[in-house]
């Protein structure tokens, strides 16, 4: 993600890190980039995303990438965004359920859910 956040902000555009505070310290590792918020918990994190981003792509990454990919998701699902939602994973074990979001997302079959 640093080099993203780099290229982005030399094209001159806004960079955001929201990084989470523990302790009194943030967690950062290398060079930051942009401008650096701290959040106390990974709710406020994902909630401040939300409202502050333009777009969403998710970059390979693990189960907090996936969580929070699948939020953001849900999220416009709910009608709560109509933000642009994207991923850039590489090939993967995650391919058949991205295949399986990306597929409905794309259909606009929303139906069905958890019992």
Same mark, same amino acid.
Not at 55 to 60: G, S, V
């Given at each position: 993600?640093?080099?993203?956040?780099q290229i982005?902000?030399?094209?001159?555009?806004?960079?955001?890190g *929201?990084n989470? @505070?523990i @302790?009194?310290?943030?967690?950062i #590792?290398?060079t930051?980039?942009g401008h650096?918020?701290?959040?106390i918990?990974?709710?406020q994190r994902?909630t401040k995303m939300?409202?502050?981003?333009?777009?969403? #792509?998710?970059l390979p990454?693990?189960y907090?990438?996936l969580?929070? *990919?699948f939020e953001?998701i849900?999220?416009?699902?709910?009608?709560?965004?109509?933000?642009?939602?994207?991923s850039?994973?590489i090939?993967?074990?995650c391919d058949? #359920?991205?295949? @399986?979001?990306?597929?409905?997302?794309?259909k606009?079959? @929303?139906?069905?859910g958890?019992a």
């Amino acid at each position: 993600m640093g080099v993203v956040s780099q290229i982005v902000h030399q094209g001159g555009c806004n960079v955001l890190g *929201l990084n989470k @505070y523990i @302790y009194g310290l943030t967690q950062i #590792i290398g060079t930051t980039t942009g401008h650096v918020k701290p959040v106390i918990d990974m709710h406020q994190r994902k909630t401040k995303m939300m409202r502050e981003s333009d777009c969403f #792509i998710a970059l390979p990454g693990g189960y907090g990438t996936l969580e929070e *990919l699948f939020e953001v998701i849900s999220w416009a699902q709910l009608g709560v965004h109509v933000k642009p939602v994207n991923s850039l994973f590489i090939p993967s074990l995650c391919d058949v #359920i991205f295949f @399986y979001v990306f597929h409905h997302k794309k259909k606009k079959n @929303y139906a069905g859910g958890f019992a």
